[in-house]
């Protein structure tokens, strides 16, 4: 059976389902990951095969999604297969604290600068906060939430010596389990 061509567009839908899948509804898919977000490579592809759109993907189509991705957002390891971050899943997938670079950043609407200053960075419905390793990357995220969002730079290695555990969420991402606004500093608001 010859395969069909597969365009940039399959790849993005196919990163969303399974962003679904490992995210925030394993269930649905009738997925159990393990403590630490792990999937049998196999038991998604056939999670997805019960899907009309997705009859005919294989494991190259897994591979083809990763190398194509603009950020990286899952990891494949010895035929298994997570998510990296943004988990709204119940319960908690398991992390090793690590020490994070000097400074990371975090980009938030406007309107929500003040409660932070007050009362810290919370994972909100998340397990983690988020937390970029660029402005620009910052930025990015930060213009889901608004059309100019505003950069917070946050003091990661202090607060970490001081306590405040992080996880490496990818290249791109670190994860913390909240951040005091102690170690929170404003930027002014710029075009990334």
Not at 105 to 110: D, E, I, V
Not at 147 to 155: A, D, E, K, N, S
């Amino acid at each position: 059976m010859r395969r069909r061509a597969r365009d940039r567009a399959f790849y993005i839908r196919l990163s969303k389902t399974i962003a679904h899948a490992l995210r925030h509804a394993p269930w649905v898919y009738g997925l159990v990951p393990d403590e630490e977000g792990w999937v049998s490579s196999e038991a998604l592809l056939q999670a997805l095969r019960r899907r009309p759109e997705w009859q005919d993907i294989g494991e190259a189509d897994l591979h083809e999604m990763l190398a194509r991705a603009d950020k990286q957002r899952f990891e494949w390891r010895a035929g298994r297969i997570r998510a990296l971050y943004g988990h709204s899943l119940p319960g908690r997938i398991s992390r090793p604290v690590a020490r994070p670079p000097a400074v990371l950043f975090h980009g938030t609407s406007p309107a929500a600068v003040r409660r932070i200053v007050q009362e810290g960075l919370r994972p909100m419905g998340r397990q983690y906060v988020h937390l970029a390793v660029t402005r620009v990357l910052a930025w990015q995220v930060g213009r889901r939430k608004a059309p100019i969002p505003v950069i917070l730079r946050v003091q990661a290695g202090e607060a970490y010596r001081q306590g405040v555990r992080f996880y490496r969420g990818s290249r791109e991402v670190w994860l913390a389990d909240a951040i005091p606004p102690a170690f929170i500093e404003v930027e002014e608001s710029s075009s990334g």
